[in-house]
């Protein structure tokens, strides 16, 4: 215990070396998202159209004891009611039956009323069930509120996991701390945090695997089951959690290559293989046990098949060849900024601004270790995960179109999780006092504006 206790010290000193540095984490990592995700909250009172009512419906399916609903069955009466009672933005109110209604029939529901997000595993769904009780029943939120509410506390953990992983890689607070910030003010993060969406925890599973690859390559030792065990815990909270964990055991592959190619041939692989196997290794090892688990127990558990999805119809009108697939994948590259967010506070044009140059900045950062001959850590990341979102993506789109016969449509949210990657490989790449200034003067005017709009 005291040995645990010693190296829990030591790793907050590590976080926290100063009071100033505490209290910019507390900041940028609790205030300014707490603020932002609870006044979209409360802007926003409908439905997200993001598919949040099955989403919704899903945990409160959990929360009632209910265990995991299975692809072809409909939605709860209690989802129909509020779906009906509250609305879908975007929605016609004459395209839902009325609030006053007896009986609620789930076939005149747009998408049929079908529980389609079954698709997705169960662990945002059971994770969150304890959360939203807290906010439900001690705080005294509706059901929904509630439920959104524990968004904020996704995306709180995930910035002070990312705060914690620059650390250790060896950011001061200033940097690290912009880096949290213009994370927070993306309006693709703010909106998935203010939903009940398993987006929402996103941000915290692409952190956590920052951190853990982060400590295992400062301190080398036996990390094997931590990395083994965030990568199945990141691809179990959703499929696309695979992003990210191929992005960073593609950068464990890349170190442990380069410290073994000028051994012979033959050593060179076995050295490569007993450098890379413990680190990348198991984290994608972790990772695709997840992923491949629940493949077999949704197709187990399932009563329709993916192509009898009514709500997908509409996605099934057009051919859809492999330029189609590429041409969305692209959309990918911008994971924090490229998505659907409520145009009337996270969209206007003042904002659009801001969204625009961080959508630059964060692809350069990406891709800045194309154009240097000595390559770091961070160039290597930001590689890696743009490398990761290209090709993960197009096979993901390419999956979604054979299994679901659809058009993928994909779009920036699906690579959310890879999001803190980019971050940390746009601000470890920013030389000199000036240009961490000026990207704080950037992060502070793209907070005011988004906390402007939201309020007034």
Request: aromatic residues 10%; glycine residues 10%.
């Amino acid at each position: 215990m005291t040995k645990i206790a010693s190296r829990s010290r030591k790793f907050a000193s590590i976080c926290f070396p100063t009071r100033k540095a505490l209290g910019l984490a507390f900041l940028v990592c609790v205030v300014v998202p707490t603020v932002l995700v609870a006044l979209q909250i409360n802007e926003h009172p409908k439905f997200s159209p993001s598919d949040e009512g099955a989403h919704w419906d899903y945990a409160t399916r959990i929360s009632n004891g209910e265990g995991v609903p299975r692809l072809g069955e409909l939605l709860q009466r209690q989802t129909l009611k509020e779906l009906a009672c509250r609305g879908t933005e975007g929605i016609p109110a004459k395209l839902v039956p009325k609030c006053s209604s007896q009986y609620f029939n789930a076939a005149k529901f747009p998408g049929g009323g079908q529980q389609y997000e079954a698709q997705h595993p169960p662990t945002y769904y059971a994770l969150t069930v304890p959360l939203r009780w807290v906010a439900i029943e001690i705080f005294g939120f509706d059901d929904l509120t509630g439920t959104r509410y524990t968004g904020i506390l996704w995306l709180v953990a995930g910035l002070l996991v990312l705060w914690a992983a620059g650390r250790v890689m060896g950011l001061t607070a200033p940097t690290i701390g912009v880096g949290v910030l213009l994370l927070t003010t993306a309006p693709v993060v703010i909106y998935h945090a203010s939903t009940v969406s398993n987006d929402a925890p996103a941000i915290f599973t692409g952190a956590l695997i920052a951190l853990v690859a982060a400590l295992a390559y400062r301190y080398p030792g036996q990390w094997t089951i931590a990395l083994a065990a965030v990568g199945f815990f990141s691809a179990s909270v959703k499929l696309t959690g695979l992003l990210p964990v191929f992005a960073v055991s593609a950068a464990f592959a890349i170190q442990a290559w380069g410290s073994s190619r000028s051994l012979k041939p033959r050593d060179t692989i076995k050295t490569f293989f007993r450098r890379w196997l413990p680190q990348g290794g198991a984290l994608l090892f972790g990772g695709l046990v997840a992923a491949l688990l629940w493949i077999i127990t949704s197709r187990q558990l399932a009563l329709i098949g993916p192509m009898e999805i009514i709500a997908f119809n509409a996605l099934r009108g057009n051919s859809v060849g492999p330029d189609v697939v590429l041409n969305e994948t692209t959309r990918l590259l911008s994971p924090i900024t490229d998505s659907y967010v409520s145009p009337d506070t996270l969209s206007q044009d003042l904002q659009a601004f801001f969204t625009q140059l961080l959508k630059a900045l964060v692809l350069a950062g990406g891709l800045s270790g194309l154009f240097v001959s000595a390559r770091k850590w961070n160039h290597w990341i930001g590689i890696t995960a743009l490398g990761s979102l290209v090709i993960g993506g197009a096979l993901f789109g390419a999956s979604l179109k054979l299994i679901y016969q659809i058009d993928p449509g994909l779009s920036g949210r699906y690579g959310l999780a890879v999001g803190p990657l980019l971050i940390l490989a746009l601000v470890a790449g920013a030389s000199g006092v000036w240009v961490i200034r000026a990207l704080w003067l950037f992060a502070l005017a793209s907070v005011i504006t988004t906390f402007c709009v939201l309020v007034f």
